[in-house]
């Protein structure tokens, strides 16, 4: 590993300060689980590293009927997951959870390193766009919120600028008559994720008439795809079973996949059409109880 220089930062202000400082050179220190196994295999090498694990200003939930969620950026996976209010309100980010990593993984490493690393595979991504999440940035300079749907530019590249750190993730309130569903397709269990998705249905109440529709899927692009052909098909129909096969065939054929070790491109195209049509089931079942 390449020598640095270490920070712990005492406060959100003075960890903005250093990043500040070092711009480009310098790198924000969560949890370390993505960060670490990067700079022993020498893929990056920072000139210092300015560590905010210790910051309780962003390891926070909150909740407010009006506003509706901030989660801070230093919230581990685990902590979102065993959330009872999460379960209750948010129950498709306390599922998705369990999937991610192993529960040593979950208990050290946060969701703002999760997103910041805008690893195609990630798991919190697709759900979080379903649910109309924003991030607060802040720096020197000010702050800015994002939609997350804007948030990822490429493999492992984000709108972040060198002298940004992300606060706290912002989703509004559940809304009514919504169901949200989270399927991740792995070819062992807690394996590599082939590929996911995350659909969000809202019908008019008491019906299955879809009157919105999000659909997000994960490993078949470089960032977090939104089906936005697929979702348009749903948007003011009664949602068949036809209707729903129909939906999900052209949800596939929105991907751009490709084919490594863990599988063919073809393959991932074929999963999607068949996650996509599982999880808008699910997600028509779950909105139709809400
Ligand atoms: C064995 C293993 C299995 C895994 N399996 C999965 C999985 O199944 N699904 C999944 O989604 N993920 C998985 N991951 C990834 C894991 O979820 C992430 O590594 C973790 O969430 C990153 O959080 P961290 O706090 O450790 O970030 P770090 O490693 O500390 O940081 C990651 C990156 O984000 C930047 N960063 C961190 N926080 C901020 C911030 N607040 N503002 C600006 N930049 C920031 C850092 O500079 C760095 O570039 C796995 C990781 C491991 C080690």
Known sequence: MKDFEYFSAGSLQEACALISRYQDEGKILAGGQSLITLLRQKLIGPAC???????????FIDYNPG????????????TIEKSALIQEKYNVLSEMEKSVASVQTRNWGTIGGNLCSADPIGDPGPSLIALGAKLKLVSTKGERTVALEEFFLDYFTTVIEPDEILAEIQLPPP???????????????????????????TVEPGSD????????????????LVARKAAEMLHGKKLTDDLI??????AASETDPISDLHASA?????????????????????????
Do not use: W
Request: charged share 30%; glycine share 6%; aromatic share 4%.
């Open 245 to 250: 096969a129909e939906a999900a065939k052209v």
């Open 209 to 224: 008439v879809c009157k919105e529709a999000k659909i997000i899927m994960s490993a078949v692009a470089p960032i977090p």
């Open 67 to 78: 506003s509706g969620l901030r989660i801070g950026a230093l919230t581990t996976h685990r």
């Open 266 to 290: 073809e393959y991932r195209k074929e999963l999607v059409r068949v996650i996509v049509k599982r999880a808008i089931k699910k997600a028509l079942e779950k909105a139709q109880k809400a």
């Open 175 to 201: 809304a009514p008559n919504t169901g949200v569903e989270y399927m991740k397709f792995s070819a062992i269990e807690a394996g590599i994720k082939i590929v996911s998705t995350s659909v969000a249905i």
């Open 49 to 59: 590293l300015i560590d905010i694990k210790g910051l309780k200003e962003l390891d």
